[in-house]
């Protein structure tokens, strides 16, 4: 896909998207993602050899956007997270291990990430072939009455014997369980770095007694997924990843927390890329790589994916994790998906805002 194709696929939102500039955060302030991110920013950090290693297989092993400084991953834990009925019934060749790898190979991506489950069943043949993510707790819908809670359902040691490069782990900021979770990454996470392993953390918020009112869901406000970003990188995650913003003002319509009013009126003011800039700059101003989900299958795949990835790359982010958008279309489909959000960070004509 070249870039008329992208811009011809956003439509009415083309021209806002494709030529807006940040005022709030400019881009002097921000870490690039490219092919020189390891060595100009990671190597700088306390993260030892071993890590370097994993982070350059997964950065450079495979994949349409190897050697770019962006990843393009794809992530299939919602057989857990969404269960398997409500995630493969549409695809049901996805109960098998072994087809979701292959999407991730022949869709172009960088890696894949999964449970240990997965991800153990087809190692011997695969770990080596793409780099793996092993998902270390999750949710789990089968408790009654239904809890939002993220369990440990893994340990660090099971993902590195099966050659892993990364683990990966999901927090629900804001939700009552959210300190012991912080708790349990955090040992996981240093203990992961330890043993060389990469460690991505889903940033996400979960309330619903609390972050939902008067209809709007401020589970994907900017304003409180950017402090989510902030608590995530604290504990030394190396990726974030993170929801595309839909709304602002969490702290101030839900009137909790603390904030500054300078946020809303000059640094995440009311568009897509200055609300991701604004999570990007929640990372250390991009020193921890922003990854945001593809979101939910719906009627406009194609669209809503690469109008992420383009929100994603001109705010400084460095890549898109894309799994329902994918897997539960045919291969074919899921592949010209996967392959777009790629051609978008392939694209010299679209550059940080």
């Known amino acids: 896909m070249d870039f008329n194709e992208i811009k011809n696929l956003l439509g009415s939102e083309a021209e806002n998207l494709l030529n807006h500039m940040c005022t709030g955060i400019t881009k002097d302030l921000i870490h690039v993602p490219g092919p020189d991110f390891i060595e100009r920013v990671i190597e700088h950090s306390d993260r030892n050899n071993l890590v370097l290693n994993n982070m350059i297989r997964l950065f450079n092993q495979r994949g349409r956007l190897a050697g770019t400084g962006y990843l393009s991953i794809l992530p299939v834990d919602q057989g857990i997270e969404h269960s398997g009925s409500a995630s493969f019934a549409v695809n049901p060749s996805y109960f098998d291990p072994e087809n979701i790898i292959k999407l991730a190979i022949d869709g172009g991506c960088n890696g894949v990430a999964s449970t240990l489950g997965v991800l153990g069943s087809i190692s011997r043949r695969y770990a080596r072939k793409i780099p793996f993510i092993v998902k270390i707790n ?8 239904e809890l939002s809670d993220q369990t440990l359902f893994a340990n660090v040691d099971q993902a590195w ?19 012991r979770q912080i708790q349990e990454i955090s040992e ?40 989510a970003n902030h608590l995530g990188v604290t504990i030394e995650a190396d990726i974030i990843k993170q929801k595309i913003s839909t709304l602002n003002r969490g702290f101030l319509d839900l009137n909790f927390g603390k904030t500054d009013k300078l946020v809303y009126e000059k640094l995440a003011t009311d568009h897509p890329i200055e ?17 945001n989900s593809g979101g939910e299958s719906g009627g406009n795949d194609l669209q809503d994916a690469v109008k992420a990835a383009v929100i994603n790359k001109r705010s400084g982010g460095m890549g898109l994790i894309l799994g329902r958008k994918a897997f539960k279309k045919s291969k074919s489909e899921g592949v010209k998906i996967l392959n777009a959000v790629q051609d978008v960070y392939l694209s010299n004509y679209i550059t940080i805002a």
């Open 188 to 227: 996981s996470f240093r203990y992961a770095h330890e043993l060389g392993l990469v460690c991505v953390l889903w940033c996400y918020l979960r309330n619903k007694e609390e972050f939902i009112k008067d209809g709007k869901d401020y589970h994907t406000a900017n304003d409180l997924e950017s402090q």
């Open 161 to 179: 014997t099966m050659g892993a490069a990364a683990v990966g782990a999901t927090i629900y900021f804001g939700s009552k369980e959210s300190r």
């Open 138 to 145: 999750h949710n789990e819908l089968l408790t009654k009455p």
């Open 275 to 291: 609300w991701n800039r604004y999570q990007v700059a929640n990372c250390y101003m991009g020193r921890i790589g922003l990854i």
